[in-house]
């Protein structure tokens, strides 16, 4: 500084200007710390102040191309900067070209083709927040760390003000490494007064309770606190030793001093108390062994669907050509051919459930004359062991086996190496019972059931009824309703004729009679049989009604007057009353007829009487 003073001083001087001399101000910063026997006092003050971050700032900045890469049309280049065919060419300013975008200079072939690039550039750089920072550490714990400006002023409690501590301020000033600093010392302990005898509790400790399983499901538990005993005092509310049975959570004991002690307090969050904290710990976890599940027992059996010889309910499964079923009066009728490997009758069912709510399982059945196969149908089930949607096995179903299923050949490798029972005396040498296979498999789902009898036995039987899942399936034949009398509907029409007159005054009406016969006819709804009416079918006919209905004329009839013969004249034509000559030719020569056939008759009857009179 003072070589830079002295430097303007010569130039002033060289140009022969006046120097003044003035005085250049420093910063002071000033830091000070201090303490009592109680507390530590840290005052800083002159610092800088925060200067705020800024952020970045920019600009925009542009590079014109020109085009290098031959003729082009008036379209332009195909392509933008930059490429190969465009080439930076020092201008800067744009003024009034386009920017983005290609623009053509000049006409013809040596026209030029220019393009302006926009760019943002960092104008300024972004400079962070400028802040001082002070840290307190009493005994070698670090107590506080602040961020200040110009000043900062701060008290700290040293904890026990009868024995000395240890204490440190460091200040960190951004202004520069100079102004940093470190202030150490320790504090000088308060006298002490005359000496009571001092009780100092024993701080409390918990124990977390060990979880315990149910059912394969692990239990929470509550832990234990132990209150030690201290000389020259006791615990408020209880007695020293273990408080049993504590759920877990935040728990505060109150320390009394005994008559001649003086306590000793506890400090929780630097403030002095008698209560002492413990804390219950959650209980410990135990890693429980779920027990299988245990197949269910059937407190209610419901009745399930019957399938009959109209919904036939069970669909093929593996029904070969020597294998047949057939419904009869209250069962199922299955039954093979002979004893080949095509002997064979199989249907289920789609079902649901887990392989725990099984149940008891029954098939109930009875032979038929000539059977000679003694077991009878089987049930299968066809389980999903590892319940990954897939069936994997199945398990048959023997009345002979009771509730020992087994499992057939075709199932899968993993299903028959966890088999429960390996060995003879059964089906398969892969079998056990329903509890049994759920402990190898404990969430193995059931997602069908079939009846099957055979393959490669002679058997006929009438199955009754199937039991699984808690549910009988039973088996029946549907009896043909009796048709009813058709329906028969007779409707009339209007009553209808011609008016009665004076000449008719009396008349009959007549009307249609139409009768609409419909049978009824009998159809299969939802497997069951419904008797209903066949419009279809329905005959009409239409007659006329035998009963006929009177009409009377009740108006006025007019009497016609009697006639005056006219007064001779010299016309015949005229005296006859007949206006038409030709009329009254036809009426003479008619007349002419009569007269002769009347002659003729007379005739004949007068020969006829003389010959009577011969006789």
Known sequence: MKKLLSALAA????????????????????????????????NLTQYQPIVPAKDA??????????????????????????????????????????????????????????????????????QPAKVNTVTVFIDGVQVDSQQFGTSFSKQYSLG???????????????????????????????????????????????DAGIETCVNGESVDA?????????????WAEHAAGDITDVPPGDYFFEAVADEGYELVPNVIDGVETNLWEVIVPASTDVECQTPPPTNQVCE??????????LNDLWADVDTRSAGHHEYVDGALRVYTDDSSPQAKVSEGLAVSFPLYQTGALAVNATPNPGNSYPNGPGLNLFVDFDHDGDV??????????????WLTGGSAQFVKDAAPVVGGGNGSQWHGTIDQWLTAFPEAQVSGIAYALGSGVHGDWNLVSITVNCTT??????????????????TYG??????????????????TKTTVTTPYKVIVVEGAYQVVLDPENATTVTVTDEVTETHEYDGECETTPPTTPPAPSGDKLAETGVDDPFAALYAGVLIALLGLAFVGAVGVRKLIDRKVDRQ
């Open 11 to 42: 130039l002033a001087v060289a140009l022969g200007l006046a120097v003044v001399a003035v005085p250049l101000t420093a910063s002071a910063h000033t830091p000070v710390a201090s303490a009592t026997c109680e507390t530590l006092s840290v």
């Open 57 to 126: 700032t920019y600009k925009t900045v542009y590079q014109r191309y020109s085009w290098t890469g031959g003729p082009v049309g008036e379209d332009g280049p195909g392509s933008v900067p930059p490429g190969a065919d465009w080439q930076p060419d020092g201008k800067k300013k744009p003024g009034d070209d386009p920017i983005g975008e290609p623009f053509k200079q000049g006409h013809g072939q040596n026209a030029s083709w220019f393009f302006w690039v926009a760019s943002q550039v960092i104008d300024h750089e972004a």
């Open 160 to 206: 026990d003000k009868y024995v000395a501590h240890d204490w440190r301020v460091v200040i960190d000033a951004y202004d520069g490494s100079a102004y940093d600093k470190t202030l150490t010392g320790t504090s000088t302990p308060c006298e002490r007064p005359q000496e009571t005898p001092k009780a100092q509790p024993i701080q409390p400790t918990a």
């Open 222 to 234: 509550n832990g234990t606190i132990h209150l030690p005993a201290f000389e020259g005092g006791h």
């Open 300 to 309: 209610v059996v419901t009745a399930g669907p019957v399938s009959t010889d």
């Open 392 to 405: 994997d096995g199945t398990l048959v179903y023997e009345n002979v086996y009771g509730q020992d299923l």
């Open 473 to 490: 399936y039973t088996f029946d034949v549907v009896d043909l309703p009796v048709i009813p009398e058709p329906e028969v509907e007779v």
């Open 494 to 511: 209007e009553y209808g004729g011609d008016e009665p007159t004076c000449e008719n005054p009396s008349v009959e009406w007549t009307r």
